[in-house]
């Protein structure tokens, strides 16, 4: 075959211009520190990064789930808390209005203090955190309880509120009111939980209202029972907070891992960039400089 000036300057041309895209490659990658600008480059490396993209998203999903968790979490603690404080005060109270030797006078000025502890516990029960209810279930637009200062009203919603915080893992996040802050007046004080909560305040605020030293022992038991329960409720949130702190120190690993996968995939090797860089450089040059003693001027130049 023949080969002619035109060939070798063509074969050249095209042989520096490959060069010329190999350096721009490598100045790309150290530009944008990454293997690949484009999937074309190199699809291995993109369908890897997909995946391990998506690892990196649920990860930081699950994080931001476990903190949502934390939140009801602490409040509903906090919350539990002050009612316990408050039933603490009732049990006081009702030891000392159970004592012959008060007046009228003395349990009336009882029976204004549960009133105002009622009122507190009501409260309690609408706690809200960014506008939500957290005692009312799912239906957290919504107070479970409403008192006018005369009648008490609740309208409970007993669907538990379930987080994932992580593959596969649901925490109940949420502490039912009507298991707390009940109201039920049609119930016998003897019942098992009384009349609720809210019923027992209520009923006791009766007696002492109507009653001249009256027998006041079954809400000694009455509120030591809620007050049992309202320990119950928060040594179950303790134990899901523990179990939530396991969840996010495994999750904190689990992003370490996933970005460092991320990054092994997509990102490069500066020094070795770099190296293979200044080894084109060196190889273009000699091609040009083989180029230039290749294409030398022909007869036809001279004859113009």
Known sequence: MRVTQSMLSNNTLRNLSNSYQKLGKYQEQLSSQ?????????????????SYRTSVNDVEQYQKNISEVNVWMENTED?????GS???????????????????????????????????????????VAGRYIFNGSDILKAPVNYNGSTITTAYNN?????????????????LGSEVFNYDPAKN?????????????????????????????????????HLDNISSKRSSIGATMNRVELISTRLDSQEIIANKMVSENEDIDVAEVILKMQT??????AALSVGSSIIQPTLVDFLR
């Open 34 to 50: 990454k293997k690949i600008t484009r999937p074309s480059d190199d699809p291995v490396v993109v369908f890897k990064g997909i």
């Open 79 to 83: 919350a539990l808390d002050k009612a």
């Open 86 to 128: 408050s039933i603490q005060r009732v049990n006081e109270l009702v030891l000392q209005a159970n004592s012959g030797a008060l007046t009228n006078d003395d349990r009336k000025k009882i029976e204004d203090e549960i009133e105002e502890i009622k009122a507190q516990l009501v409260s309690v029960a609408n706690t809200q």
């Open 159 to 175: 669907d538990t509120i379930n987080i994932e915080v992580s593959s596969g893992i649901n925490l109940k996040a949420n502490t």
């Open 189 to 225: 004080l003897s019942d098992p939980g009384g009349k609720g909560l809210l019923g027992d305040l209520e009923a006791l605020q009766t007696e002492l209202k109507n009653g001249d030293n009256p027998d006041l022992s079954q809400f000694i038991k009455n509120f030591q029972s």
């Open 280 to 285: 084109q450089e060196s190889i273009h040059r």
